[in-house]
């Protein structure tokens, strides 16, 4: 799959593609978006999710290790930034087939997001691995 044009508001969302961290990087940089790398490879419960999002998103201390502080803090102004954002989750498939009911809820907050920030005329990408 090719990577999607991430200058393109409208199309922003959570998206799978397998591509290289460094390729979504680069068309990050030349998009002028903030880059985080989510890496799911040791993940193997909500708690461990949770953290992954919180260390690979560089959520702020206060966040509360649950969906809706997960949430709140992505609709955070501060935190995205003012020119949007690029997030690559990497290694899902094992943690989406064990737990399909948590990833099926943090997918749902990540899309949540990507809606809110684009009203706001910021691109909030999610590139699924």
């Keep these: 799959m090719k990577l999607p044009d991430l200058k393109d508001l409208e199309n ?5 593609y397998r591509g290289q961290a460094d390729v979504v990087e680069q068309a990050a940089t030349a998009a002028r978006l903030r880059f985080l790398a989510v890496d ?3 993940v193997d419960s909500k708690r461990t999710l949770l953290a992954a999002f919180a260390d690979g998103l560089k959520l702020p201390e206060h966040f509360g290790d649950n969906w809706d502080a997960l949430a709140d803090c992505l609709e955070d ?6 020119s949007g ?3 690559r989750i990497a290694h899902s498939a094992a943690y989406r087939k064990a737990h399909p009911h948590d990833w ?3 997918e749902e907050i990540l ?5 809110f920030w684009r009203e ?4 909030f990408w999610v590139l699924v691995a």
């Design 12 to 16: 922003a969302g959570v998206i799978e």
């Design 40 to 42: 799911l490879a040791r």
């Design 77 to 82: 102004g501060d935190w995205l930034g003012k």
């Design 85 to 87: 954002v690029a997030i």
């Design 104 to 106: 099926e809820t943090a």
């Design 111 to 115: 899309a949540e997001a990507a809606e």
């Design 120 to 123: 706001r005329h910021l691109p």
